[in-house]
C-alpha cells in the first residue's frame, strides 16, 4: 500500500506508480486556440483599460445670465438666471477638448483627469482668451461659474 502526500490526499488526486507520468492537463484543444485566447486578453485588457478607469476630478459648470433690460423697481431683469441648454468647453494645455450641455439649473458636469483647463462657453461670446486656468487635482470637486452678460 502507498500512501498518498497531505495535497492529493485533500483534493482527491491519485498517486502515480513509480515511473509514470503526471500530464497537465490540455488547456486548448486546437491548434491556435493559444493564440486566440492570448490576443482576446489583450484586447479585452485594452479596452477595459480605455473604457472603464474612471476620472480622477469632477466640475461643475454653471453658467448664468446677468443684465438685461432694467426694473422699474431697480437692479436687472436677470440676475444669474441659470442657461439653460448651452455649451461648455474645456480645453486643456495640448488643445484636446471635452463638451457638455447644462441642464435645467444651468449646470454642466464634467469628469476630467488632473491637469490645467480653460474653461469657457461659447454661448457667452469669445471668452475662451479671457477664462481663466483651472487647475485640477485627483480627487478635486470643482464649481466653476461662468457669466454670460446679456445687453
Given at each position: 500500500?502507498?500512501?498518498?502526500?497531505?495535497?492529493?490526499?485533500?483534493?482527491?488526486?491519485?498517486?502515480?506508480?513509480?515511473?509514470?507520468?503526471?500530464?497537465?492537463?490540455?488547456?486548448?484543444?486546437?491548434?491556435?486556440?493559444?493564440?486566440?485566447?492570448?490576443?482576446?486578453?489583450?484586447?479585452?485588457?485594452?479596452?477595459?483599460?480605455?473604457?472603464t478607469t474612471?476620472?480622477?476630478?469632477?466640475?461643475?459648470?454653471?453658467?448664468?445670465?446677468?443684465?438685461?433690460?432694467?426694473?422699474?423697481?431697480?437692479?436687472?431683469?436677470?440676475?444669474g438666471e441659470?442657461?439653460?441648454?448651452?455649451?461648455?468647453?474645456?480645453?486643456?494645455?495640448?488643445?484636446?477638448?471635452?463638451?457638455?450641455?447644462?441642464?435645467?439649473?444651468?449646470?454642466?458636469q464634467l469628469?476630467?483627469?488632473?491637469?490645467?483647463?480653460?474653461?469657457?462657453?461659447?454661448?457667452?461670446?469669445?471668452?475662451?482668451?479671457?477664462?481663466?486656468?483651472?487647475?485640477?487635482?485627483?480627487?478635486?470637486?470643482?464649481?466653476?461659474?461662468?457669466?454670460?452678460?446679456?445687453?
Amino acid at each position: 500500500m502507498r500512501l498518498r502526500s497531505g495535497v492529493e490526499s485533500a483534493v482527491g488526486l491519485p498517486t502515480p506508480g513509480r515511473g509514470s507520468v503526471v500530464r497537465a492537463p490540455r488547456l486548448f484543444a486546437r491548434r491556435g486556440s493559444a493564440l486566440a485566447a492570448v490576443l482576446a486578453s489583450i484586447v479585452m485588457g485594452s479596452w477595459l483599460a480605455g473604457c472603464t478607469t474612471p476620472a480622477d476630478a469632477v466640475v461643475d459648470v454653471k453658467v448664468g445670465l446677468w443684465g438685461g433690460p432694467a426694473r422699474p423697481t431697480g437692479g436687472m431683469a436677470l440676475e444669474g438666471e441659470p442657461a439653460r441648454g448651452v455649451n461648455v468647453t474645456v480645453r486643456d494645455a495640448h488643445g484636446k477638448t471635452w463638451e457638455g450641455t447644462t441642464d435645467q439649473q444651468g449646470v454642466a458636469q464634467l469628469d476630467l483627469r488632473p491637469g490645467a483647463y480653460v474653461i469657457f462657453s461659447t454661448y457667452c461670446g469669445p471668452t475662451e482668451d479671457a477664462a481663466p486656468v483651472t487647475t485640477l487635482q485627483p480627487g478635486d470637486i470643482r464649481s466653476v461659474e461662468i457669466r454670460c452678460d446679456v445687453p
